[in-house]
């Protein structure tokens, strides 16, 4: 069996990765060049590794929260007794993309105090806008007679949402939910400027003290953080619209 370079890819910067997580010293002459004088290479405030657990898990948290309102939000609204609410609902998922994180955060600190509360609304707020279009895009273009056969089946309302929309509406709803990770996991950065644990810290540490590997390496995190998911949420993405008989995308 063929292993394509992708799949190469893919393997070596996991690899690199946990590598660095698990022992960041060992690639301190990659960062040397990048700071002054006695100035640490690795940045050692904190555990690498559970900065970056941390950090997933509040956008998990975030995400999961955000999916479970966007998608209710969107199946209301593409009912017929809640198809006048499309607009307020539609209104309700831009705020988080119209209202600055920063500004969020600003607000909910006096609420909620410092630490993981106030980016965890953040984040929220900015991650219902795709999943909810994505959503109720999906459940809105079903082709007409798969609706009509599952209606003619006999199934109810509730059944052809369960068994036929939402399995139909899946690899698009995915794919929203695809973006709204890949766009949490790098504004969940912000989160270290109000005591949250995230990868911001080792950014924001940098910045303080002049130290550019510091930045590179909560920068480089994120990044191949973000690379990973966002491809092996496409994997999921693939074969689910697979199943369904749907065209893949490449």
């Known amino acids: 069996m063929r292993i394509s370079a992708a799949a190469i890819l893919r393997g070596s910067t996991l690899a690199v990765l946990v ?9 301190e002459p990659v960062f040397r060049p ?15 590794l559970m900065l970056t657990l941390l950090h997933l898990r509040t956008v998990a948290l975030a995400t999961a929260g955000a999916t479970v309102v966007a998608m209710a939000m969107a199946i209301l609204a593409t009912r017929p007794a ?48 795709p999943i909810f279009e994505n959503t109720l895009t999906g459940l809105t273009t079903l082709p007409p007679a798969v609706i009509e056969a599952a209606r003619g ?52 540490a940098g910045l303080q003290s002049n130290n550019m590997a510091f930045v590179l390496q909560g920068g480089l995190i994120v990044g ?3 690379i990973l998911i966002y491809d092996g949420l496409s ?16």
């Open 224 to 226: 191949m953080l973000a």
């Open 82 to 129: 809640g198809a006048e609410f499309l607009p307020l609902s539609r209104s309700l998922a831009n705020i988080g993309q119209t209202f600055p994180p920063v500004a969020v955060l600003a607000l909910a600190v006096p609420v909620l105090g410092f630490g993981e509360k106030p980016t965890l609304i953040a984040l929220f707020l900015y991650g219902l806008l």
């Open 235 to 250: 994997a999921i993405e693939r074969q689910v619209a697979r199943r369904a008989g749907l065209p893949t995308r490449a």
């Open 34 to 48: 990048l700071v002054q004088d006695n100035a640490p290479a690795i940045y050692s405030q904190g555990d690498l």
């Open 153 to 204: 089946a006999g199934m109810t309302g509730r059944q052809r949402l369960w068994r036929v929309e939402l399995p139909l509406a899946l690899p698009l709803i995915l794919a929203g939910i695809r973006l709204s990770v890949v766009i949490s996991l790098a504004t969940a950065t912000i989160g270290s400027t109000v005591a949250a644990k995230t990868l911001g810290e080792i950014i924001i």
């Open 19 to 27: 590598a660095f997580l698990v022992a960041p010293h060992g690639f």
